[in-house]
């Protein structure tokens, strides 16, 4: 089974990995984080650090809630149309 690890968890192990006080085999067996994992996840920071500060990162989340919201919506929609189809079928009530 695989583990999984929070993001402040695994924000805690980059900083310390970036700090480069320790070196990521003592970082590995602090946190009992495999180092190849800590090496992806330092790789990952790394690569969105320029779009956090770009401003894109904003727009990217505010699309994506947006679209989330319009999903939700649909759901409710969809549910609305199912429980009418339901009552008229006489499977309601």
Known sequence: MRKSYDTSFKARVVLEALRGERTVSQISAAYGVHPNQIGKWK???????????????????????????????????????????????????
């Open 43 to 93: 790789k990952q920071a790394l690569e969105e650090l320029p779009r956090i500060f770009s401003g894109k990162y904003e727009k990217k989340e505010a699309e994506v809630k947006e679209h989330t919201d319009q999903l939700y919506q649909e759901i409710g929609r969809l549910k609305v149309e199912l429980d009418w189809l339901k009552k008229k079928a006489g499977l309601i009530g």
